[in-house]
């Protein structure tokens, strides 16, 4: 199984799939390589972009603080249940 930690899973149109693998190849990179490559080179160009954690998005991000809190609370409510 692999690991969500580490990797997450994308789509991609098969025409651009076709353009990608044969440039892919010639840098002797794998599509996955590849994509990451190109990522990080448009990333570089442009750092004031924000930063996720695995498994967030950009909708997640600013909502981050109220989902945390609820979390705790229902962590809360489920450790008082577990006394009784």
Do not use: W
């Not at 098969?14 to 044969?22: E, F, H, S, V």
């Not at 490559?37 to 600013?62: C, F, M, W």
Request: glycine share 2%.
């Amino acid at each position: 199984m692999t690991d969500i930690e580490k990797y997450k899973s994308v789509a991609v149109k098969i025409d651009c799939y076709q353009k990608a693998k044969p440039m892919a190849e010639e840098k002797y990179m794998s599509i996955g390589a590849f994509i990451r490559y190109l990522i990080d080179k448009e990333y570089d160009a442009h750092p004031d972009k924000p930063k996720l954690i695995n498994g967030d998005d950009i909708k997640t991000v600013s909502k981050k603080k109220s989902v945390f809190k609820t979390k705790r609370k229902n962590k809360n409510v489920r450790a008082k249940r577990k006394k009784y």
